[in-house]
């Protein structure tokens, strides 16, 4: 054999093991990168009732808030989204379910919508979601509370505006209330305003809901809030921040998509340039209701509130907007990156006027007091005090307002 032939064969088969090699650190890197997260397969051949997908370059997840505590083997989604990444708009839609709707669940009846993730997981929580709502959900990514924290922390931190002192004296006392509960002391946050929140704090911040900081419709807007300035974060970041981002997130969240699923999901979100991000939430002012013995329900038309939903996914109109026959690009019309639409929480909305002529103003029928308690909470007869679902006490204003009473 000539040298120059052993030459040639001898690069042809370096060639071939380096290719090989870079293969195997490739597959290598992917396994330790993707595989290491925590991979529910567990719907695999599960019958979600998801209706037929519209549109193959839109795809919608579930995404579960979880506050789970050490030792439950079950808990509730305290926070549903419906998260549509929309590769043809170049969008990423976030709509905020509320967790006390009323809506039936499968083999249980009617029930708050969050009892779906309690009765049977993330399989039933997404059944619940495609019957009531019409959609076309195979897949879900769920993270606790204090896992949130941790990511939160991988970021950086994300910016968020405090806007009133009410909220900075709540936001800190859920803050001290964590820390009792974990054993540990957190930072507080000083002052009002646009600032940088650590992991505890922003998530703090996104589950405040008391001290006339606007229940739990105001608690869903500053959770879209969070997720917003998470994605603003991720923005910012360079493709090596990015891979280490994903490694450090990782083992924070479970999800049913698998490696194969993620890959293509990701590349399709970016192919045209990060995409931008909206969050809406539904029911919609005036078309809801409370509902219960104690007001514990959230009464709507799911048809109406399915209709909202579909429109806003497949045809891009966002939720109370009528559709728009302009072609130009008008990007603040829809409210679009601004916390639901825009809309003020400092008051809950108010629901639709009843038409029922036994709640006329004209009838005096004595109200029992305990009735007025929310669920899970009670009423104190001996004082006349409330206690909240978390053991919070406080008192009804003149207008029914809870009013808390400072530690």
């Not at 370059?57 to 506050?67: E, H, K, V, W, Y």
């Not at 703090?204 to 739990?216: L, Q, S, V």
Request: charged share 25%; with cysteine; net charge negative.
């Amino acid at each position: 054999m000539s040298l120059k032939r052993f030459q040639r064969r001898l690069i042809r088969v370096l060639t071939v093991l380096v290719l090989l090699s870079a293969v195997f650190c490739v597959g290598l890197y992917a396994y330790r990168t993707f595989l290491g997260y925590n991979y529910d397969s567990s719907l695999s051949g599960v019958d979600l009732a998801a209706g037929v997908k519209a549109d193959e370059n839109i795809t919608n997840i579930a995404l579960f808030g979880l506050d789970t505590r050490e030792g439950d083997t079950q808990s509730h989604s305290d926070c549903m989204m419906i998260v549509t990444v929309d590769n043809t708009r170049g969008k990423i839609k976030l709509i905020s379910l509320m967790r006390d709707s009323l809506v039936n669940i499968d083999g249980h009846g009617e029930d708050k919508l969050n009892a779906a993730y309690f009765l049977g997981g993330p399989s039933l929580a997404i059944r619940t979601i495609n019957e009531n709502f019409g959609t076309d959900i195979t897949e879900y990514v769920s993270v606790n509370f204090e896992q949130l924290a941790e990511i939160i922390d991988a970021l950086g931190g994300v910016e968020i505006n405090v806007e009133t002192v009410a909220e900075l004296e709540e936001l800190n006392r859920v803050i001290r209330d964590y820390g009792i509960e974990q054993g540990q002391t957190f930072e507080s946050v000083e002052n009002t305003g646009l600032q940088t929140l650590n992991g505890v704090q922003a998530m703090c911040y996104g589950r405040i809901r008391k001290g006339g900081t606007g229940d739990d419709w105001a608690r869903v807007e500053r959770q879209g809030i969070v997720m917003e300035a998470m994605f603003t974060k991720v923005q910012s970041m360079s493709a090596s921040d990015l891979i280490g981002l994903m490694q450090k997130m990782i083992p924070y969240v479970t999800t049913s998509l698998s490696p194969t699923e993620i890959a293509p999901l990701i590349v399709g979100a970016v192919q045209n340039g990060m995409p931008t991000i909206e969050h809406t939430r539904v029911p919609l002012d005036g078309e809801w209701d409370y509902y219960g013995a104690s007001s514990e329900y959230i009464l709507y038309d799911v048809n109406v509130a399915a209709d909202h939903i579909q429109q806003y996914i497949y045809n891009d109109v966002f939720p109370g907007e009528e559709p728009s026959t302009d072609t130009t690009d008008g990007t603040d019309s829809t409210g679009a990156n601004e916390p639901l639409g825009g809309i003020d929480f400092d008051e809950p909305p108010t629901g639709p006027m009843t038409t029922d002529d036994s709640a006329s103003s004209g009838t005096d029928e004595t109200v029992d007091p305990a009735s007025l308690a929310e669920e899970g909470g009670w009423y104190d007869p001996d004082t006349g005090d409330y206690y909240d679902s978390d053991g919070d006490r406080y008192y009804l204003d003149e207008s029914g307002s809870r009013v808390y009473y400072a530690e």
